[in-house]
């Protein structure tokens, strides 16, 4: 048994506030061999434009009864295939004082595609600042033009980019689903934020972005001090209590992109403004701007890591729409990004087995998942 507690080599749990949970982080397993299931990495070389796709220009969609206009840049049109819908018949939910186990309400809403551009072979990490902004002010209009109907109370806009995510469609597109309560995830955000601030009488997530920055600083001053005076002694990680080493994998002045200190998944992100905005329609051009330039890095540093389009989930989470001044007060915007890739193109994480039924868990530290993917160029492997 080694003499002092390494933070890279001894497995630990980590806490998410955002949550209320743990995550066991083992990285002692990062060299276990792998005979598991791998996923194809079939070359993505796309056309421009793609007759048969339901989501290119001109072409008709899914359900046979639209066609596409001939869009030039951002289309954002109702879902055809929505998962709720508006006009349905009423439902009166079940009480708890019936029976507190079998509990149904009914759930109105909204659902919209946002394709990205025009291009059939474009996804984000492909495309430029300046064609990205486009898609910013499509989540922004979407997003208000929703907040104005009265019985809809949350706005969800996400990406589900790639087959392995679960993508019924090549074409880059995302989605907003709108509904009339506030879900799970957002939800609990909400709460434990709210617990938060009572307990520090600050936001949680503007604390979060001066700890990485602190982090951030203490890890160079750190590397500057081991070059001047020699490599430090591996296995000093026993002198502090929390892991040392920087999460930020890039930033510019309005926005900085980390891998959380308690993530989940192998290469996940979290995407903060670096100012309290509780949605994205409070940022000013500046603002959108540099977010544009965080989501053309970050999507390129994740393409480039495997050299393959990087599948994920993203996630943006922002005030809900229920005229609720607290929930308003509490939301600081942010974006998840949850990738599935593990080790390469084709080796995914899976939430099986005890983290399923047990507690989340994660090999690679998120120190070290930051530093490679900090250390990838930002121009596409395919432009090299």
């Not at 053309?296 to 609720?324: E, K, V, W």
Request: hydrophobic residues 30%.
């Amino acid at each position: 048994m080694s003499a002092a507690f390494d933070f890279n080599h001894h497995s630990h749990k980590r806490f998410n506030p955002l949550t209320n949970s743990w995550v066991l982080c083992s990285p002692h397993r990062t060299q276990r061999p792998w005979q598991g299931s791998e996923e194809s990495n079939n070359a993505d070389q796309r056309p421009t434009y793609d007759p048969s796709c339901y989501l290119c220009p001109r072409n008709s969609r899914a359900n046979g009864g639209f066609q596409n206009p001939d869009y030039k840049n951002t289309f954002v049109f109702e879902n055809d295939f929505p998962a709720v819908q508006q006009n349905q018949p009423g439902l009166v939910a079940s009480s708890e004082a019936s029976n507190s186990l079998l509990q149904v309400e009914s759930v109105r809403g909204q659902c919209h595609v946002v394709c990205f551009s025009p291009a059939h072979d474009k996804t984000l990490a492909d495309m430029s600042e300046p064609e990205i902004l486009p898609v910013i002010e499509a989540w922004i209009d979407t997003y208000n033009s929703l907040k104005s109907k009265p019985f809809i109370n949350h706005v969800q806009i996400f990406e589900n980019k790639g087959a392995a995510m679960g993508c019924s469609n090549p074409h880059p597109h995302g989605q907003v689903w709108s509904t009339e309560d506030i879900p799970q995830e957002t939800a609990d955000e909400l709460r434990n934020m709210k617990a938060y601030e009572e307990k520090h009488k600050s936001c949680m997530l503007c604390d979060y972005v001066k700890t990485e920055t602190d982090a951030d600083q203490k890890a160079k001053l750190k590397s500057s001090q081991e070059v001047e005076g020699g490599a430090a002694e591996s296995g000093a990680a026993g002198a502090t209590t929390t892991p040392d080493g920087s999460r930020i994998v890039c930033e510019n002045a309005s926005f900085m992109c980390v891998v959380p200190f308690w993530a989940t998944w192998p290469f996940e992100t979290l995407v903060l403004s670096k100012t309290h905005l509780a949605r994205l329609s409070d940022m000013n051009d500046t603002q959108k701007q540099d977010l544009a330039n965080i989501l053309r890095r970050i999507t390129c540093r994740y393409d480039n890591l495997f050299r393959c389009s990087f599948p994920y989930s993203m996630g943006i989470h922002q005030a809900p729409t229920d005229g609720n001044s607290e929930n308003e007060a509490l939301s600081h915007l942010h974006l998840h990004f949850y990738p599935p890739l593990l080790r390469s193109a084709t080796v995914k994480k899976f939430l099986v087995g005890f983290e399923l039924l047990g507690q989340a868990q994660r090999d690679l530290t998120p120190e070290q998942a930051a530093k490679r993917l900090s250390d990838l160029s930002e121009g596409h492997y395919k432009s090299a």
